[in-house]
């Protein structure tokens, strides 16, 4: 399961300016105006100054653990080790390596961690130096975990998802850990403000979500199943473009995590058919979950919603094969190819989730299309990342093949 929040931040900019080409030049010699404007605006502030401020902000919200920091391609910052407190060496990193940085940059990625209150959390923060005017110069994403939702050192499969499935029936556990995370948003929110007073800072409310795995998480889970903890991965996995959405969860990107995909496939095997001795029955989590104010939503490997928890007896066919994985022997030497043969992970299309067993999905093209809704950041062009011939046209008024970039087919 993972809890994500994003944010923006606002700042000011110079704005940006094309060379004249040469119908400008010759509607200036006949007394036209050139109108040079790109619509875009360029940070004023360098490299080092954002990282000082970042870093500043983070631990005014009493987040002070890094991880990386990466300027365009170059790495200036990793800690391999997993020392904690070392934020000040992060900014030092950066000091030894800002000459680099003198003819400016294009992005900036920060990333810090956080435990408290029951969750772990990933701060990734992003800052662009050249943007559209009406945009945000640095984007943050946060993706958290629920503590008491992970296997353990030393716990068997079996016994975690004993554990973990008695767990659940705390209807309150959600909840509350989407409220610890609203706290950190609030105070990153608040931090940032602070170092940077001439912009402008937005944070929005986390969202709970579990995640159908894709076929390969589960099998690369099924070879590191020994494995309880995350691990650092030497390079990012970042996203392609278009699939930053809503449950953008950066966990993902920085951390090679297979307990994460056991605990999803966990949840969703849980909410669909659990055991008697849990507690609660078939489908009734998600009412429980969302009763209690955090209601959760399931989503494919990629990012596109599927369905409610509350709703998610209406689209067994959407999770096909996640029982039959989900019961499977773990901690045992052999991996069973039948149940993986019936994992089916192929419905990645848009036009797939749109229908689950007759039932319609309260996730749709036009939340994501409409300029008045939050999640308006992630629109119509972003399955074009995933299929362009899946486009959005079941539920848009136009489709998404005119977004598609000619090296999509």
Known sequence: M?????????????????????FDKFKHFFGGEMDLRTGEQKLTRDALSLTEAIQSGLARAGIDNAVSLVVDTDVVFQDAEGQRGDGEMLVSAMRH????????????????????????????????????????????????????????????MEEARERIGKRLADTTLVPTARNALADLGGRIQQGLARTFAQGRVEMDQPEAAVVRPSAQEVSDAATHRDERS????????????????????????????????????MIIDA???????????????????????????????????????????????????????????????????????????????????????????SFDCVGYDDPNQRSASWDCSSDCSWDCSSDCSWDCSSDCSSDCSSSWD
């Open 2 to 22: 993972r809890l994500v929040s994003q944010g923006r931040v606002y700042l000011p900019g110079e704005q940006v300016f094309r060379a004249p080409r040469f």
């Open 97 to 156: 390596a800002h000459e680099r940085f003198e003819a400016g940059f294009e992005t900036l990625r920060a990333v810090f961690e956080h435990e408290g209150n029951g969750i772990h959390a990933l701060i990734e923060v992003t800052v662009k130096a050249k943007h559209a005017q009406d945009a945000p110069a640095a984007t943050i994403a946060i993706g958290a975990r629920i503590d008491e939702l992970r296997p353990r050192d030393g716990e068997s």
């Open 230 to 265: 995350a691990h650092l991965r030497d390079t990012p996995h970042y996203p392609r473009a278009g699939a930053y959405g809503p449950y953008y969860d950066p966990w993902g990107t920085y951390y090679r995590d297979p307990m994460d995909t056991m605990v999803n496939l």
């Open 271 to 361: 909410m669909l058919s659990p055991r008697h001795h849990w507690g609660y029955g078939a489908y009734g989590l998600g009412h429980g979950w969302a009763s209690y104010g955090a209601p959760v939503h399931v989503i494919h490997h990629h990012g596109a919603p599927i369905c409610d928890a509350s709703e998610i007896g209406s689209y067994s066919n959407q999770l096909a094969g996640v029982g039959q994985v989900a019961s499977l022997d773990f901690d045992s030497a052999t991996w069973d190819d039948s149940a993986m043969a019936s994992y089916d992970s192929g419905q990645s299309s848009w036009a797939s989730v749109g229908d689950g067993g007759g039932s319609n999905s």
